[in-house]
Protein backbone atom coordinates (compact mmCIF):
# COMPACT_ATOMS: atom_id res chain seq x y z
CA UNK A 1 0.00 0.00 0.00
CA UNK A 2 1.51 3.24 -1.07
CA UNK A 3 -0.42 6.30 0.33
CA UNK A 4 1.98 8.90 -0.96
CA UNK A 5 -0.06 8.66 -4.50
CA UNK A 6 1.13 10.42 -8.05
CA UNK A 7 -1.26 12.67 -9.55
CA UNK A 8 -2.22 10.82 -13.18
CA UNK A 9 -2.56 14.19 -15.02
CA UNK A 10 0.47 16.30 -14.38
CA UNK A 11 2.90 13.84 -12.06
CA UNK A 12 2.60 16.43 -9.31
CA UNK A 13 2.77 14.43 -5.98
CA UNK A 14 -0.76 15.37 -3.99
CA UNK A 15 -0.40 14.30 -0.04
CA UNK A 16 -2.25 12.37 1.08
CA UNK A 17 -4.80 12.63 4.30
CA UNK A 18 -3.75 12.99 7.30
CA UNK A 19 -4.00 9.87 9.66
CA UNK A 20 -5.11 9.38 13.03
CA UNK A 21 -2.80 8.71 15.20
CA UNK A 22 -4.57 5.77 16.55
CA UNK A 23 -4.60 4.47 12.45
CA UNK A 24 -1.01 5.41 12.23
CA UNK A 25 0.32 3.65 15.32
CA UNK A 26 -2.23 0.58 14.18
CA UNK A 27 -0.48 0.12 11.07
CA UNK A 28 3.25 0.29 12.02
CA UNK A 29 2.52 -2.30 14.85
CA UNK A 30 0.28 -4.60 12.52
CA UNK A 31 2.26 -7.76 12.06
CA UNK A 32 5.05 -6.70 14.89
CA UNK A 33 6.00 -9.76 17.05
CA UNK A 34 8.79 -10.00 19.83
CA UNK A 35 12.20 -10.80 18.56
CA UNK A 36 13.36 -14.04 19.05
CA UNK A 37 14.82 -15.84 22.93
CA UNK A 38 18.33 -16.29 23.77
CA UNK A 39 19.76 -17.55 27.03
CA UNK A 40 21.89 -14.37 28.49
CA UNK A 41 23.61 -14.13 31.84
CA UNK A 42 22.04 -12.62 35.02
CA UNK A 43 24.19 -9.26 34.14
CA UNK A 44 22.96 -8.92 31.00
CA UNK A 45 19.29 -9.68 31.36
CA UNK A 46 18.32 -6.40 33.22
CA UNK A 47 15.65 -4.52 31.43
CA UNK A 48 14.56 -7.39 29.01
CA UNK A 49 11.63 -9.62 28.95
CA UNK A 50 11.36 -13.12 29.91
CA UNK A 51 10.22 -15.62 27.12
CA UNK A 52 9.43 -18.78 28.64
CA UNK A 53 8.35 -18.34 32.18
CA UNK A 54 10.19 -19.01 35.37
CA UNK A 55 10.38 -22.26 37.63
CA UNK A 56 12.02 -22.54 40.64
CA UNK A 57 13.84 -26.27 41.53
CA UNK A 58 14.29 -24.85 45.28
CA UNK A 59 12.65 -23.61 47.77
CA UNK A 60 13.17 -19.91 50.01
CA UNK A 61 14.26 -20.14 52.26
CA UNK A 62 15.84 -23.62 51.65
CA UNK A 63 15.47 -24.23 55.27
CA UNK A 64 13.82 -23.32 58.48
CA UNK A 65 17.09 -20.69 59.47
CA UNK A 66 17.18 -17.58 62.45
CA UNK A 67 15.96 -14.41 61.62
CA UNK A 68 18.09 -12.14 64.23
CA UNK A 69 21.29 -13.20 66.36
CA UNK A 70 20.27 -14.85 69.50
CA UNK A 71 19.77 -18.44 71.07
CA UNK A 72 17.94 -21.07 69.66
CA UNK A 73 16.07 -22.86 72.14
CA UNK A 74 12.63 -24.13 73.23
CA UNK A 75 10.20 -22.44 73.92
CA UNK A 76 8.99 -24.02 76.82
CA UNK A 77 11.98 -23.70 78.40
CA UNK A 78 11.68 -20.30 78.51
CA UNK A 79 8.29 -19.63 79.24
CA UNK A 80 7.94 -16.69 81.84
CA UNK A 81 11.38 -15.66 82.04
CA UNK A 82 11.97 -11.49 82.81
CA UNK A 83 14.59 -9.21 83.17
CA UNK A 84 13.69 -9.73 87.12
CA UNK A 85 13.69 -13.43 87.01
CA UNK A 86 15.54 -14.91 84.16
CA UNK A 87 16.08 -18.17 83.35
CA UNK A 88 19.79 -19.78 82.73
CA UNK A 89 20.33 -22.34 79.79
CA UNK A 90 23.70 -24.09 79.36
CA UNK A 91 24.84 -22.99 75.80
CA UNK A 92 26.54 -26.16 74.03
CA UNK A 93 27.06 -24.90 70.87
CA UNK A 94 26.93 -22.25 68.02
CA UNK A 95 25.71 -21.75 64.53
CA UNK A 96 27.31 -19.30 62.30
CA UNK A 97 25.42 -18.91 58.52
CA UNK A 98 27.02 -21.45 56.32
CA UNK A 99 27.73 -23.71 58.82
CA UNK A 100 25.32 -27.15 59.28
CA UNK A 101 24.63 -27.33 63.10
CA UNK A 102 26.11 -29.81 64.48
CA UNK A 103 24.53 -30.34 68.05
CA UNK A 104 21.13 -30.22 68.86
CA UNK A 105 19.14 -28.58 71.38
CA UNK A 106 18.00 -30.21 74.78
CA UNK A 107 15.78 -29.48 77.39
CA UNK A 108 17.93 -26.77 79.29
CA UNK A 109 20.28 -25.61 76.83
CA UNK A 110 20.57 -23.47 73.66
CA UNK A 111 22.92 -23.01 70.82
CA UNK A 112 23.94 -19.65 69.78
CA UNK A 113 22.78 -18.63 66.25
CA UNK A 114 23.57 -15.83 64.02
CA UNK A 115 21.07 -14.65 61.06
CA UNK A 116 20.73 -16.88 58.27
CA UNK A 117 22.05 -19.55 60.49
CA UNK A 118 20.13 -23.06 59.92
CA UNK A 119 17.91 -24.12 62.90
CA UNK A 120 19.50 -26.59 65.15
CA UNK A 121 17.48 -29.34 65.31
CA UNK A 122 15.21 -29.56 69.28
CA UNK A 123 14.90 -25.71 68.66
CA UNK A 124 11.27 -24.27 68.17
CA UNK A 125 12.25 -20.54 68.92
CA UNK A 126 15.15 -18.14 68.87
CA UNK A 127 15.25 -15.42 71.35
CA UNK A 128 17.35 -11.93 70.18
CA UNK A 129 20.73 -11.59 71.91
CA UNK A 130 19.19 -8.39 72.83
CA UNK A 131 17.22 -10.08 75.51
CA UNK A 132 20.02 -11.99 76.87
CA UNK A 133 22.63 -11.44 79.29
CA UNK A 134 24.71 -12.44 76.47
CA UNK A 135 27.47 -10.51 74.69
CA UNK A 136 26.38 -8.71 71.42
CA UNK A 137 28.70 -9.35 68.68
CA UNK A 138 31.54 -12.13 68.03
CA UNK A 139 32.53 -12.09 71.55
CA UNK A 140 33.37 -15.68 72.40
CA UNK A 141 30.36 -18.07 72.96
CA UNK A 142 29.59 -17.73 76.41
CA UNK A 143 28.92 -21.42 78.72
CA UNK A 144 25.73 -20.18 79.98
CA UNK A 145 22.47 -17.24 78.64
CA UNK A 146 20.47 -15.74 81.23
CA UNK A 147 17.15 -15.49 79.01
CA UNK A 148 15.27 -12.09 79.42
CA UNK A 149 12.37 -12.82 77.66
CA UNK A 150 9.95 -15.46 76.84
CA UNK A 151 9.02 -16.64 73.30
CA UNK A 152 6.19 -17.87 71.14
CA UNK A 153 6.67 -21.09 69.28
CA UNK A 154 8.38 -19.90 65.87
CA UNK A 155 9.73 -16.96 67.31
CA UNK A 156 12.19 -15.37 65.05
CA UNK A 157 12.21 -18.25 63.38
CA UNK A 158 11.92 -18.14 59.19
CA UNK A 159 9.89 -21.34 57.54
CA UNK A 160 11.47 -23.18 54.48
CA UNK A 161 9.46 -22.26 51.66
CA UNK A 162 7.74 -19.64 52.99
CA UNK A 163 9.20 -17.35 50.49
CA UNK A 164 8.57 -19.36 47.53
CA UNK A 165 8.58 -23.16 47.19
CA UNK A 166 10.47 -25.67 44.92
CA UNK A 167 8.26 -26.85 41.91
CA UNK A 168 6.67 -22.72 41.83
CA UNK A 169 6.12 -20.56 39.20
CA UNK A 170 7.72 -17.67 40.40
CA UNK A 171 7.57 -15.44 36.81
CA UNK A 172 5.56 -15.61 34.41
CA UNK A 173 6.53 -15.27 30.41
CA UNK A 174 6.60 -11.82 29.50
CA UNK A 175 7.17 -9.55 32.69
CA UNK A 176 10.61 -6.78 32.18
CA UNK A 177 13.80 -8.25 34.10
CA UNK A 178 14.21 -5.49 36.82
CA UNK A 179 16.68 -5.71 39.97
CA UNK A 180 13.72 -7.48 41.68
CA UNK A 181 13.28 -10.04 39.49
CA UNK A 182 16.76 -10.27 39.06
CA UNK A 183 17.33 -10.63 42.94
CA UNK A 184 14.70 -13.75 43.03
CA UNK A 185 15.93 -14.96 39.95
CA UNK A 186 19.39 -15.62 41.41
CA UNK A 187 18.47 -16.49 45.22
CA UNK A 188 16.87 -19.71 43.16
CA UNK A 189 19.97 -20.61 41.23
CA UNK A 190 18.95 -19.35 37.83
CA UNK A 191 22.63 -18.32 36.34
CA UNK A 192 20.95 -17.72 33.06
CA UNK A 193 17.40 -16.64 31.45
CA UNK A 194 15.59 -17.19 28.28
CA UNK A 195 14.60 -13.87 27.32
CA UNK A 196 13.52 -12.35 24.04
CA UNK A 197 16.12 -10.55 21.82
CA UNK A 198 16.97 -6.64 22.31
CA UNK A 199 16.05 -4.92 18.83
CA UNK A 200 19.06 -3.74 16.88
CA UNK A 201 18.24 0.06 15.18
CA UNK A 202 20.23 1.95 13.01
CA UNK A 203 19.68 5.57 13.33
CA UNK A 204 20.68 7.95 10.23
CA UNK A 205 20.90 11.92 10.09
CA UNK A 206 19.99 13.08 7.27
CA UNK A 207 20.53 17.04 6.05
CA UNK A 208 22.91 18.66 3.86
CA UNK A 209 23.31 21.18 7.16
CA UNK A 210 24.43 18.93 9.65
CA UNK A 211 27.98 18.71 11.40
CA UNK A 212 28.48 16.64 13.84
CA UNK A 213 29.20 18.02 17.81
CA UNK A 214 32.22 18.56 18.60
CA UNK A 215 33.11 19.88 14.98
CA UNK A 216 33.40 23.92 13.85
CA UNK A 217 30.32 24.91 12.27
CA UNK A 218 31.03 26.81 9.28
CA UNK A 219 28.88 29.60 7.65
CA UNK A 220 26.10 27.45 7.69
CA UNK A 221 25.50 24.39 9.88
CA UNK A 222 23.56 22.85 12.63
CA UNK A 223 24.93 20.21 15.13
CA UNK A 224 23.31 16.98 14.63
CA UNK A 225 21.38 16.54 17.89
CA UNK A 226 18.80 14.01 16.13
CA UNK A 227 21.21 10.93 15.84
CA UNK A 228 22.50 11.67 19.05
CA UNK A 229 19.49 11.68 20.79
CA UNK A 230 17.07 9.03 18.64
CA UNK A 231 20.40 6.59 19.83
CA UNK A 232 19.87 7.43 23.51
CA UNK A 233 15.87 6.79 23.07
CA UNK A 234 16.74 3.98 21.37
CA UNK A 235 19.27 2.75 23.97
CA UNK A 236 16.23 4.04 26.73
CA UNK A 237 13.66 2.01 25.26
CA UNK A 238 16.19 -1.58 25.64
CA UNK A 239 17.63 -1.61 22.21
CA UNK A 240 20.14 -1.65 20.70
CA UNK A 241 21.54 1.58 18.63
CA UNK A 242 23.70 1.60 15.90
CA UNK A 243 24.73 4.84 14.24
CA UNK A 244 25.13 5.29 10.83
CA UNK A 245 26.31 8.64 10.74
CA UNK A 246 24.77 11.64 8.75
CA UNK A 247 23.49 11.59 4.82
CA UNK A 248 23.38 14.43 2.45
CA UNK A 249 20.48 15.74 0.93
CA UNK A 250 20.47 13.25 -2.00
CA UNK A 251 19.05 10.43 -3.15
CA UNK A 252 21.67 7.99 -3.99
CA UNK A 253 23.19 8.51 -0.16
CA UNK A 254 20.19 8.47 1.69
CA UNK A 255 19.45 4.96 -0.45
CA UNK A 256 22.99 3.87 0.10
CA UNK A 257 22.46 4.44 4.02
CA UNK A 258 19.08 3.14 4.34
CA UNK A 259 20.23 -0.19 2.39
CA UNK A 260 22.97 -0.04 4.95
CA UNK A 261 21.00 -0.04 7.67
CA UNK A 262 18.50 -3.17 6.03
CA UNK A 263 21.56 -5.13 6.38
CA UNK A 264 22.13 -5.00 10.07
CA UNK A 265 18.97 -4.02 12.21
CA UNK A 266 15.83 -4.96 12.97
CA UNK A 267 14.29 -0.93 12.93
CA UNK A 268 16.17 1.85 10.16
CA UNK A 269 14.78 5.47 11.99
CA UNK A 270 16.01 8.41 9.47
CA UNK A 271 15.61 11.73 10.63
CA UNK A 272 15.04 14.91 8.41
CA UNK A 273 14.10 14.66 4.63
CA UNK A 274 10.23 13.64 4.81
CA UNK A 275 8.43 16.79 4.33
CA UNK A 276 7.81 18.61 1.02
CA UNK A 277 10.73 20.19 0.24
CA UNK A 278 12.90 20.00 -3.04
CA UNK A 279 15.35 18.27 -0.67
CA UNK A 280 14.14 16.32 0.95
CA UNK A 281 14.57 12.46 -0.38
CA UNK A 282 13.75 10.30 1.98
CA UNK A 283 10.53 8.82 1.16
CA UNK A 284 11.65 8.34 -2.25
CA UNK A 285 14.51 6.23 -0.55
CA UNK A 286 12.20 4.44 1.33
CA UNK A 287 9.96 3.45 -2.27
CA UNK A 288 13.67 2.34 -3.33
CA UNK A 289 14.70 0.30 -0.36
CA UNK A 290 11.06 -1.24 -0.17
CA UNK A 291 8.21 0.44 0.44
CA UNK A 292 6.10 3.74 1.53
CA UNK A 293 3.79 2.34 3.30
CA UNK A 294 1.87 5.64 4.88
CA UNK A 295 2.84 9.52 5.68
CA UNK A 296 1.65 12.11 7.78
CA UNK A 297 -0.26 11.82 11.03
CA UNK A 298 -2.52 14.26 12.15
CA UNK A 299 0.04 14.93 15.22
CA UNK A 300 1.82 18.31 16.87
CA UNK A 301 4.82 18.65 16.33
CA UNK A 302 5.81 15.59 13.98
CA UNK A 303 3.23 15.90 11.04
CA UNK A 304 5.18 14.86 8.30
CA UNK A 305 6.31 11.24 9.80
CA UNK A 306 6.88 8.37 7.23
CA UNK A 307 6.75 4.67 7.87
CA UNK A 308 7.58 1.80 5.14
CA UNK A 309 8.85 -2.05 5.44
CA UNK A 310 12.02 -3.11 3.40
CA UNK A 311 12.89 -6.91 2.86
CA UNK A 312 16.43 -7.87 3.98
CA UNK A 313 18.13 -10.45 0.97
CA UNK A 314 18.89 -13.76 2.19
CA UNK A 315 22.05 -14.14 3.83
CA UNK A 316 22.17 -10.76 4.89
CA UNK A 317 22.91 -9.96 8.51
CA UNK A 318 20.17 -11.02 11.19
CA UNK A 319 19.67 -13.79 12.78
CA UNK A 320 18.66 -15.40 8.42
CA UNK A 321 15.69 -17.66 10.53
CA UNK A 322 13.26 -18.25 7.62
CA UNK A 323 10.63 -16.41 9.84
CA UNK A 324 12.53 -13.26 9.66
CA UNK A 325 10.57 -10.06 9.92
CA UNK A 326 10.70 -7.11 7.62
CA UNK A 327 13.23 -4.59 8.55
CA UNK A 328 10.65 -1.43 9.29
CA UNK A 329 11.41 1.84 8.29
CA UNK A 330 10.78 5.18 9.80
CA UNK A 331 11.29 8.79 8.98
CA UNK A 332 10.67 11.22 11.38
CA UNK A 333 10.23 15.29 10.67
CA UNK A 334 13.99 16.79 11.63
CA UNK A 335 12.62 19.58 14.19
CA UNK A 336 14.21 18.04 17.24
CA UNK A 337 11.60 18.40 19.09
CA UNK A 338 9.24 16.40 16.35
CA UNK A 339 12.14 13.64 16.05
CA UNK A 340 11.59 13.01 19.94
CA UNK A 341 8.15 13.11 20.15
CA UNK A 342 7.24 11.13 17.07
CA UNK A 343 9.86 8.64 18.21
CA UNK A 344 8.19 8.63 21.53
CA UNK A 345 4.49 7.99 20.19
CA UNK A 346 5.15 5.95 16.85
CA UNK A 347 8.64 4.22 17.12
CA UNK A 348 9.09 3.41 21.18
CA UNK A 349 5.89 1.36 20.98
CA UNK A 350 6.63 -0.98 18.41
CA UNK A 351 10.54 -1.36 19.69
CA UNK A 352 8.94 -2.57 22.99
CA UNK A 353 6.79 -4.94 21.01
CA UNK A 354 9.90 -6.40 19.24
CA UNK A 355 11.22 -6.82 21.91
CA UNK A 356 8.45 -9.14 23.74
CA UNK A 357 6.90 -6.58 26.39
CA UNK A 358 2.63 -6.43 26.21
CA UNK A 359 2.28 -3.08 27.08
CA UNK A 360 3.33 -1.45 23.64
CA UNK A 361 3.36 2.16 25.24
CA UNK A 362 5.02 1.32 28.83
CA UNK A 363 3.97 4.86 30.38
CA UNK A 364 1.57 6.13 32.82
CA UNK A 365 -0.27 8.46 32.01
CA UNK A 366 -1.53 11.40 34.54
CA UNK A 367 -4.47 13.51 34.40
CA UNK A 368 -2.60 17.33 35.83
CA UNK A 369 -3.99 21.20 35.74
CA UNK A 370 -2.89 23.29 33.47
CA UNK A 371 -1.31 25.87 34.79
CA UNK A 372 -1.87 28.56 31.89
CA UNK A 373 -4.15 29.08 28.45
CA UNK A 374 -2.29 26.96 25.79
CA UNK A 375 -3.39 26.99 22.33
CA UNK A 376 -2.33 24.44 19.35
CA UNK A 377 -3.41 23.36 15.73
CA UNK A 378 -6.75 22.52 15.02
CA UNK A 379 -7.61 18.96 13.86
CA UNK A 380 -4.10 17.31 14.93
CA UNK A 381 -3.29 15.77 18.07
CA UNK A 382 -0.96 18.22 20.07
CA UNK A 383 1.49 17.05 22.73
CA UNK A 384 3.03 19.58 24.72
CA UNK A 385 5.92 19.53 26.50
CA UNK A 386 5.13 19.94 30.04
CA UNK A 387 7.00 19.81 33.70
CA UNK A 388 4.53 17.22 36.16
CA UNK A 389 4.66 18.27 39.24
CA UNK A 390 2.66 17.27 42.78
CA UNK A 391 0.64 19.75 43.30
CA UNK A 392 -2.11 19.19 46.51
CA UNK A 393 -3.79 22.70 46.51
CA UNK A 394 -4.91 21.20 42.90
CA UNK A 395 -7.98 18.61 42.24
CA UNK A 396 -5.96 15.85 40.52
CA UNK A 397 -3.22 16.70 42.83
CA UNK A 398 -0.69 17.25 39.89
CA UNK A 399 0.05 20.53 37.81
CA UNK A 400 1.67 20.90 34.12
CA UNK A 401 3.27 23.94 33.32
CA UNK A 402 4.89 24.76 29.92
CA UNK A 403 8.59 23.99 30.32
CA UNK A 404 9.12 26.85 27.61
CA UNK A 405 8.09 27.50 23.87
CA UNK A 406 6.23 25.19 22.20
CA UNK A 407 7.69 25.69 18.80
CA UNK A 408 8.89 22.15 17.34
CA UNK A 409 13.04 23.51 17.35
CA UNK A 410 12.87 24.88 20.79
CA UNK A 411 15.40 21.95 22.53
CA UNK A 412 15.48 23.64 25.33
CA UNK A 413 11.82 23.46 26.28
CA UNK A 414 11.93 19.66 25.53
CA UNK A 415 15.07 19.30 27.91
CA UNK A 416 13.55 20.76 30.98
CA UNK A 417 10.26 18.75 30.41
CA UNK A 418 9.33 15.51 32.20
CA UNK A 419 6.24 14.97 30.73
CA UNK A 420 4.39 15.51 27.18
CA UNK A 421 0.66 16.92 27.67
CA UNK A 422 -1.89 15.44 25.10
CA UNK A 423 -4.66 17.78 23.33
CA UNK A 424 -7.02 16.18 21.36
CA UNK A 425 -7.66 16.85 17.90
CA UNK A 426 -10.57 18.94 18.10
CA UNK A 427 -9.73 21.50 20.79
CA UNK A 428 -8.26 24.59 19.99
CA UNK A 429 -7.33 26.00 22.90
CA UNK A 430 -7.63 25.20 27.02
CA UNK A 431 -7.77 27.82 29.62
CA UNK A 432 -5.76 27.81 32.62
CA UNK A 433 -7.27 25.53 34.85
CA UNK A 434 -8.23 22.97 32.41
CA UNK A 435 -7.19 19.05 32.88
CA UNK A 436 -5.03 17.14 30.38
CA UNK A 437 -3.59 13.76 30.36
CA UNK A 438 -0.02 14.31 30.63
CA UNK A 439 2.49 11.31 29.63
CA UNK A 440 5.27 10.72 32.06
CA UNK A 441 8.72 10.48 30.53
CA UNK A 442 11.44 8.78 32.40
CA UNK A 443 13.73 11.39 33.13
CA UNK A 444 17.38 10.27 32.67
CA UNK A 445 16.45 6.54 31.74
CA UNK A 446 20.10 4.60 31.42
P1 LIG B 1 13.80 18.71 7.77
O1 LIG B 1 12.92 17.73 8.45
O2 LIG B 1 14.93 18.08 7.04
O3 LIG B 1 13.00 19.63 6.91
O4 LIG B 1 14.45 19.60 8.89
C1 LIG B 1 13.68 20.45 9.69
C2 LIG B 1 14.55 21.25 10.63
O5 LIG B 1 15.24 20.37 11.49
C3 LIG B 1 15.62 22.07 9.95
O6 LIG B 1 15.74 23.30 10.63
C4 LIG B 1 16.86 21.24 10.13
O7 LIG B 1 18.04 22.01 10.13
C5 LIG B 1 16.64 20.61 11.46
N1 LIG B 1 17.32 19.33 11.54
C6 LIG B 1 17.25 18.35 10.63
N2 LIG B 1 18.00 17.30 11.02
C7 LIG B 1 18.57 17.63 12.19
C8 LIG B 1 19.46 16.97 13.07
N3 LIG B 1 19.90 15.76 12.81
N4 LIG B 1 19.83 17.61 14.20
C9 LIG B 1 19.38 18.84 14.45
N5 LIG B 1 18.53 19.52 13.68
C10 LIG B 1 18.12 18.93 12.54
MG1 LIG C 1 16.35 18.78 5.71
Redesign the pocket.
Known amino acids: MSRAHADASNGAVADPPLLRLEEARAHMLAGVRALPAEWVTLERALGRVLAEPLDTQVSLPPWDNSAMDGFALRAADVSGASLGEPIVLEVIGEVPAGHAPDVGVTPGTAIRVFTGALMPPGADAVVPVEDTDAPRGLAARPDRVAIHQGAATGAHIRLAGEDVRAGERILPAGVTVSPARLALAAATGHGELLVHRRPRVAVL???D??VPAGRPLGAAG??????VSLAAQVRAAGAKPVRLG?AR?RSEEVVARLREGVAIADMVIA?????V?A??VVKDAFGAVGTLDLWRVAVQPGK?VAFGHAKRARGQGGDGGSDEQAVLLFGL????V??FVTFEIFVRPVLRRLAGHADATGRMLIRAELVEPITKSPGRRAFLRVRLEPDPDRATGWRATLSGGQGS?VISALAEANGLAVVPEEVDSLPSGALVDVVVLDEGAS
Open positions: ATGELIHDSNSLDSGGVSGHDPPGNPSTH
